[in-house]
T-cell receptor, first 115, second 113 residues
Framework: DADVTQTPRNRITKTGKRIMLECSQTKGHDRMYWYRQDPGLGLRLIYYSFDVKDINKGEISDGYSVSRQAQAKFSLSLESAIPNQTALYFC??????????????FGSGTRLTVV | AQSVTQPDIHITVSEGASLELRCNYSYGATPYLFWYVQSPGQGLQLLLKYFSGDTLVQGIKGFEAEFKRSQSSFNLRKPSVHWSDAAEYFCAVAPYNNNDMRFGAGTRLTVKP
Protein backbone atom coordinates (compact mmCIF):
# COMPACT_ATOMS: atom_id res chain seq x y z
CA ASP A 1 0.00 0.00 0.00
CA ALA A 2 1.07 3.54 -0.69
CA ASP A 3 2.41 5.65 2.17
CA VAL A 4 0.02 8.47 1.28
CA THR A 5 -3.32 7.52 -0.27
CA GLN A 6 -5.67 9.97 -1.90
CA THR A 7 -9.25 9.26 -2.85
CA PRO A 8 -10.78 9.59 -5.33
CA ARG A 9 -8.13 9.54 -8.06
CA ASN A 10 -10.42 11.31 -10.49
CA ARG A 11 -13.63 13.23 -9.99
CA ILE A 12 -15.94 15.23 -12.18
CA THR A 13 -18.43 17.43 -10.38
CA LYS A 14 -20.85 20.18 -11.21
CA THR A 15 -20.57 23.84 -10.33
CA GLY A 16 -22.05 24.53 -6.92
CA LYS A 17 -21.68 21.02 -5.59
CA ARG A 18 -19.86 20.21 -2.37
CA ILE A 19 -17.01 17.78 -2.73
CA MET A 20 -14.52 16.22 -0.35
CA LEU A 21 -11.10 14.91 -1.20
CA GLU A 22 -9.59 12.51 1.28
CA CYS A 23 -6.05 11.75 2.28
CA SER A 24 -4.71 9.09 4.60
CA GLN A 25 -1.14 8.24 5.48
CA THR A 26 0.78 5.39 7.05
CA LYS A 27 4.02 7.34 7.53
CA GLY A 28 3.24 8.31 11.10
CA HIS A 29 4.00 11.92 10.21
CA ASP A 30 2.48 14.74 12.20
CA ARG A 31 2.39 17.28 9.40
CA MET A 32 0.03 17.12 6.47
CA TYR A 33 -0.53 19.46 3.55
CA TRP A 34 -2.88 20.06 0.65
CA TYR A 35 -1.56 21.52 -2.60
CA ARG A 36 -3.11 22.19 -5.96
CA GLN A 37 -1.16 21.94 -9.18
CA ASP A 38 -1.98 23.98 -12.25
CA PRO A 39 -0.01 23.93 -15.50
CA GLY A 40 2.69 26.58 -15.50
CA LEU A 41 2.11 27.47 -11.86
CA GLY A 42 3.70 24.58 -10.03
CA LEU A 43 2.20 23.57 -6.71
CA ARG A 44 0.50 26.04 -4.42
CA LEU A 45 -0.26 25.43 -0.77
CA ILE A 46 -3.93 25.42 0.23
CA TYR A 47 -3.89 24.34 3.88
CA TYR A 48 -1.52 22.62 6.24
CA SER A 49 -1.79 20.96 9.63
CA PHE A 50 0.91 20.27 12.17
CA ASP A 51 -1.30 18.08 14.34
CA VAL A 52 -4.95 17.28 14.88
CA LYS A 53 -5.64 20.56 16.66
CA ASP A 54 -3.55 22.74 14.40
CA ILE A 55 -4.89 23.92 11.04
CA ASN A 56 -3.37 26.73 9.04
CA LYS A 57 -4.23 28.54 5.84
CA GLY A 58 -1.80 28.45 3.00
CA GLU A 59 -1.28 30.63 -0.01
CA ILE A 60 -4.66 29.98 -1.66
CA SER A 61 -7.20 28.88 0.95
CA ASP A 62 -10.24 30.83 -0.27
CA GLY A 63 -13.03 28.49 -1.35
CA TYR A 64 -11.55 25.53 0.52
CA SER A 65 -11.83 24.05 3.99
CA VAL A 66 -10.07 21.16 5.69
CA SER A 67 -10.58 18.70 8.50
CA ARG A 68 -7.91 16.76 10.35
CA GLN A 69 -9.90 13.82 11.64
CA ALA A 70 -6.91 11.97 13.04
CA GLN A 71 -3.16 12.05 12.80
CA ALA A 72 -3.41 9.91 9.69
CA LYS A 73 -6.34 11.61 7.94
CA PHE A 74 -6.63 15.05 6.39
CA SER A 75 -9.53 15.91 4.10
CA LEU A 76 -10.05 18.86 1.80
CA SER A 77 -13.51 20.20 1.01
CA LEU A 78 -14.79 22.48 -1.69
CA GLU A 79 -18.00 23.85 -0.24
CA SER A 80 -19.37 25.09 -3.55
CA ALA A 81 -17.18 24.02 -6.43
CA ILE A 82 -16.44 26.42 -9.26
CA PRO A 83 -14.75 25.75 -12.62
CA ASN A 84 -11.48 27.51 -11.73
CA GLN A 85 -10.99 24.92 -8.99
CA THR A 86 -10.38 22.39 -11.73
CA ALA A 87 -6.87 21.17 -10.96
CA LEU A 88 -4.71 18.33 -9.74
CA TYR A 89 -4.74 18.16 -5.96
CA PHE A 90 -1.97 16.64 -3.89
CA CYS A 91 -1.78 15.66 -0.28
CA UNK A 92 1.66 15.51 1.33
CA UNK A 93 3.14 14.64 4.71
CA UNK A 94 6.35 15.48 6.48
CA UNK A 95 8.13 14.56 9.67
CA UNK A 96 7.89 17.16 12.42
CA UNK A 97 11.23 16.38 13.91
CA UNK A 98 13.13 16.81 10.70
CA UNK A 99 12.57 20.54 10.30
CA UNK A 100 12.40 19.82 6.65
CA UNK A 101 15.12 17.23 6.76
CA UNK A 102 13.12 14.60 4.95
CA UNK A 103 11.18 16.68 2.48
CA UNK A 104 7.63 15.75 1.74
CA UNK A 105 5.98 12.46 0.85
CA PHE A 106 3.27 13.00 -1.75
CA GLY A 107 0.17 11.08 -2.64
CA SER A 108 -0.59 10.24 -6.26
CA GLY A 109 -3.02 13.12 -6.62
CA THR A 110 -6.71 13.67 -7.29
CA ARG A 111 -7.67 15.11 -10.63
CA LEU A 112 -10.76 17.25 -10.10
CA THR A 113 -12.82 18.67 -12.92
CA VAL A 114 -15.61 21.14 -12.20
CA VAL A 115 -18.07 21.55 -15.05
CA ALA B 1 8.35 36.59 0.30
CA GLN B 2 10.22 33.55 -0.80
CA SER B 3 9.94 32.49 -4.41
CA VAL B 4 11.37 29.96 -6.78
CA THR B 5 12.09 30.43 -10.46
CA GLN B 6 12.69 27.68 -12.96
CA PRO B 7 13.57 29.56 -16.15
CA ASP B 8 13.11 26.63 -18.50
CA ILE B 9 9.57 25.41 -19.07
CA HIS B 10 10.57 22.58 -21.36
CA ILE B 11 13.94 20.98 -22.18
CA THR B 12 14.71 18.28 -24.71
CA VAL B 13 17.91 16.27 -24.53
CA SER B 14 19.17 13.18 -26.30
CA GLU B 15 19.54 9.97 -24.38
CA GLY B 16 23.06 9.74 -23.02
CA ALA B 17 23.60 13.48 -23.06
CA SER B 18 24.20 15.53 -19.94
CA LEU B 19 21.45 17.51 -18.28
CA GLU B 20 21.27 20.66 -16.23
CA LEU B 21 18.00 22.10 -14.94
CA ARG B 22 18.13 25.59 -13.50
CA CYS B 23 16.61 26.85 -10.29
CA ASN B 24 16.91 30.27 -8.69
CA TYR B 25 15.36 31.28 -5.41
CA SER B 26 14.63 34.45 -3.56
CA TYR B 27 14.68 34.27 0.20
CA GLY B 28 16.00 36.30 3.12
CA ALA B 29 18.24 33.55 4.40
CA THR B 30 19.48 30.29 2.99
CA PRO B 31 16.41 28.10 2.92
CA TYR B 32 16.14 24.38 2.67
CA LEU B 33 16.29 23.45 -1.01
CA PHE B 34 14.77 20.47 -2.75
CA TRP B 35 14.34 18.87 -6.14
CA TYR B 36 11.34 16.68 -6.87
CA VAL B 37 10.43 14.63 -9.92
CA GLN B 38 6.92 13.92 -11.15
CA SER B 39 6.34 11.12 -13.61
CA PRO B 40 3.10 11.19 -15.61
CA GLY B 41 0.11 10.36 -13.46
CA GLN B 42 2.18 10.21 -10.32
CA GLY B 43 2.83 12.31 -7.27
CA LEU B 44 6.10 14.06 -6.62
CA GLN B 45 9.13 12.08 -5.51
CA LEU B 46 12.01 13.65 -3.63
CA LEU B 47 15.26 13.49 -5.61
CA LEU B 48 17.58 15.33 -3.24
CA LYS B 49 17.75 18.07 -0.65
CA TYR B 50 20.20 20.64 0.70
CA PHE B 51 20.28 22.12 4.19
CA SER B 52 23.88 23.00 4.93
CA GLY B 53 27.43 21.77 4.52
CA ASP B 54 28.80 20.45 1.27
CA THR B 55 27.27 22.48 -1.54
CA LEU B 56 27.22 19.53 -3.92
CA VAL B 57 24.53 17.06 -2.94
CA GLN B 58 23.89 13.64 -4.36
CA GLY B 59 20.42 12.27 -4.87
CA ILE B 60 18.65 9.24 -6.16
CA LYS B 61 18.67 8.04 -9.77
CA GLY B 62 22.12 9.50 -10.41
CA PHE B 63 21.12 13.12 -9.95
CA GLU B 64 23.14 15.77 -8.17
CA ALA B 65 22.62 19.44 -7.42
CA GLU B 66 24.94 22.28 -6.54
CA PHE B 67 24.04 25.11 -4.20
CA LYS B 68 25.61 28.45 -5.11
CA ARG B 69 24.87 31.07 -2.51
CA SER B 70 26.30 33.94 -4.55
CA GLN B 71 23.94 33.15 -7.40
CA SER B 72 20.96 32.04 -5.27
CA SER B 73 20.87 28.95 -7.43
CA PHE B 74 20.37 25.25 -6.92
CA ASN B 75 20.78 23.60 -10.32
CA LEU B 76 20.09 19.94 -10.91
CA ARG B 77 22.47 17.89 -13.03
CA LYS B 78 22.86 14.42 -14.43
CA PRO B 79 25.88 13.30 -16.49
CA SER B 80 24.00 10.90 -18.77
CA VAL B 81 20.25 11.01 -19.20
CA HIS B 82 18.18 7.86 -19.61
CA TRP B 83 14.84 7.65 -21.41
CA SER B 84 13.18 6.90 -18.07
CA ASP B 85 14.21 10.35 -16.81
CA ALA B 86 11.53 11.97 -18.95
CA ALA B 87 9.29 13.68 -16.41
CA GLU B 88 8.56 17.03 -14.86
CA TYR B 89 11.04 18.39 -12.34
CA PHE B 90 10.24 20.82 -9.57
CA CYS B 91 12.60 22.87 -7.47
CA ALA B 92 11.30 23.87 -4.03
CA VAL B 93 12.38 26.00 -1.10
CA ALA B 94 11.24 25.92 2.51
CA PRO B 95 12.08 27.87 5.64
CA TYR B 96 13.63 26.01 8.55
CA ASN B 97 10.26 25.01 9.99
CA ASN B 98 9.12 23.47 6.72
CA ASN B 99 5.60 24.83 6.93
CA ASP B 100 5.55 26.83 3.73
CA MET B 101 7.36 25.00 0.99
CA ARG B 102 7.24 26.95 -2.26
CA PHE B 103 7.55 25.23 -5.59
CA GLY B 104 8.78 26.45 -8.91
CA ALA B 105 6.55 26.14 -11.96
CA GLY B 106 8.40 23.04 -13.09
CA THR B 107 10.57 22.02 -16.05
CA ARG B 108 9.34 19.32 -18.34
CA LEU B 109 12.10 17.07 -19.63
CA THR B 110 11.77 15.20 -22.90
CA VAL B 111 14.40 12.59 -23.78
CA LYS B 112 15.04 11.85 -27.46
CA PRO B 113 16.15 8.36 -28.47
Amino acid sequence: DADVTQTPRNRITKTGKRIMLECSQTKGHDRMYWYRQDPGLGLRLIYYSFDVKDINKGEISDGYSVSRQAQAKFSLSLESAIPNQTALYFCATSDQGGQGAYGYTFGSGTRLTVV
Amino acid sequence: AQSVTQPDIHITVSEGASLELRCNYSYGATPYLFWYVQSPGQGLQLLLKYFSGDTLVQGIKGFEAEFKRSQSSFNLRKPSVHWSDAAEYFCAVAPYNNNDMRFGAGTRLTVKP
